[in-house]
T-cell receptor, first 111, second 114 residues
Framework: KAGVTQTPRYLIKTRGQQVTLSCSPI?????VSWYQQTPGQGLQFLFE???????NKGNFPGRFSGRQFSNSRSEMNVSTLELGDSALYLC??????????FGPGTRLTVL | AQSVTQLGSHVSVSEGALVLLRCNYS??????LFWYVQYPNQGLQLLLK??????LVKGINGFEAEFKKSETSFHLTKPSAHMSDAAEYFC????????????FGKGTKLTVNP
């Protein structure tokens, strides 16, 4: 089975722009979660989608949003980018409630 | 707020020595517990997990961890370190009966010296 894929792998944006990141889960997995990883804050939960519905949400501003499609693929969007949004964004998918499988991440740099 | 603490942001061991990475969590409510490893420029790979049952859990690459409820701990060990074990290790906990919302520790960077 193919693993979790994330596109693009690297992205450079400027302040004020918006960005969309994509995640394709492992086939058959219906839950997709997103995490932000920074040197200062570590790994932080953004949100989780299951069957196209947001089921959990972390403590991030409304500039961070996401959605899930009927094929379980997910996108996250960050609007009005700030320098502090520079991070590795990780997507994880799960079929059973006890295990998440992570993708390689998208490294976003905001200039 | 529920939290996960990994003692030691950097741990250095010699090749062949015991690896011990510490993890404590904040709540006495039985959680699901995980250890992940991250190699440079890569995502997270699951090493092992505890959900229910036997408290000593064996994972990949010779790692194991023991859930100690009374100590709210889930320390990761490996009897003999290998150069390829050099990476960053993250302890994660889920208190929602599943892993959909993981709370991570800050990570421990393991260096293995020849």
């Amino acid at each position: 089975k193919a693993g979790v894929t994330q596109t693009p792998r690297y992205l450079i944006k400027t302040r004020g722009q918006q960005v969309t990141l994509s995640c394709s889960p492992i086939s058959g997995h219906r839950s997709v979660s997103w995490y932000q990883q920074t040197p200062g804050q570590g790994l932080q939960f953004l949100f989780e989608y299951f069957s196209e519905t947001q089921r959990n949400k972390g403590n991030f501003p409304g500039r961070f949003s996401g959605r899930q499609f009927s094929n379980s693929r997910s996108e996250m969007n960050v609007s009005t980018l700030e320098l502090g949004d520079s991070a590795l964004y990780l997507c994880a998918s799960s079929a059973k409630v006890d295990t998440q499988y992570f993708g390689p991440g998208t490294r976003l740099t905001v200039l | 707020a529920q939290s996960v603490t990994q003692l030691g942001s950097h741990v250095s061991v010699s090749e062949g020595a015991l690896v011990l990475l510490r993890c404590n969590y904040s709540s006495s409510v039985p959680p699901y517990l995980f250890w992940y490893v991250q190699y440079p420029n890569q995502g997270l790979q699951l090493l092992l997990k505890y959900t229910t049952g036997a408290t000593l859990v064996k994972g990949i690459n010779g790692f194991e961890a023991e859930f100690k409820k009374s100590e709210t701990s889930f320390h990761l060990t490996k009897p003999s370190a290998h150069m390829s074990d050099a990476a960053e290790y993250f302890c994660a906990v889920s208190w929602q009966g599943g892993s959909e919302k993981l709370v991570f520790g800050k990570g421990t960077k393991l260096t293995v010296n020849p």
